[in-house]
């Protein structure tokens, strides 16, 4: 398949970018608004997996001619910019593709982040919303950090949760998700518990924030 990651100039996007890349043989297609910026993205990634003698190919776009290509498309901007960028690519998309969010709507304050949702509930229940609708959308990969997944030498143990109400959609991010080495995509229901899977990112950011030893913290669930 082709995965495309609109934003995927982006620190979560890098992230998913390089781990797809080498761990996978799928297509990786990186997106931005800017499609100069999405290919200079491109050579730094091929460069770091060369020197890892990992064997892909990535290809830069700007967003809607990436999402016109892919299969998945993870929408990898902040949270503030995902509905937006949902609509710029909102023509690019149709009923066989599958449309991810792993954003979260967070606010610091001298104690640290929390959760912020929008007034739909979560940020996936926005995307949804924002998409047309015939689109199914998926919410997964929220509360990896994105440094773990951009460095390569640290070897992943961690979980990542996934909502949807599209049963096909769900599977279709399940099966891709478990392909990245150490990564265990589990099953969290419908969109409706987007909230609850998006709110345990600023609690992950916040235990990193307190404890110096625990700076790539993320959730295993036993």
Do not use: C
């Amino acid at each position: 398949m082709r995965i495309a990651l609109l934003g995927g100039t982006g620190d979560i996007g890098e992230g998913l970018a390089l781990r797809f890349a080498r761990d996978t043989s799928h297509e990786i297609l990186i997106g931005s608004r800017d499609p100069e910026k999405a290919r200079d993205a491109v050579a730094d990634y091929e460069a770091e997996l060369e020197a890892r003698d990992a064997d892909a190919e990535l290809k830069g776009f700007d967003n809607e001619m990436a999402a016109d290509r892919a299969d998945i498309v993870i929408v990898s901007v902040p949270p503030y910019y995902v509905g937006d960028t949902v609509e710029a690519v909102a023509d690019s998309l149709d009923s066989d593709s599958v449309l991810v969010t792993p954003a979260v709507g967070m606010q610091g304050d001298e104690d640290g982040l929390h959760y912020h949702p929008p007034d739909t509930g979560s940020v996936t229940e926005l995307v949804a919303q924002r998409a047309p609708d015939e689109v199914p959308v998926v919410g997964a990969f929220h509360n990896l950090a994105a440094d773990a997944l951009s460095n390569l030498d640290n070897d992943l143990d961690l979980d990542t949760l996934v909502v949807a109400d599209n049963d096909d959609a769900k599977a279709t991010v399940l099966t891709v998700a478990n392909e990245i080495d150490g990564l265990r995509a589990l099953e969290a229901g419908p969109l409706a518990n987007a909230a609850e899977v998006e709110s345990v990112t600023p609690l992950v950011i916040n235990i990193a924030k307190y404890n110096e030893d625990m700076h790539d913290v993320g959730v295993k669930w036993v």
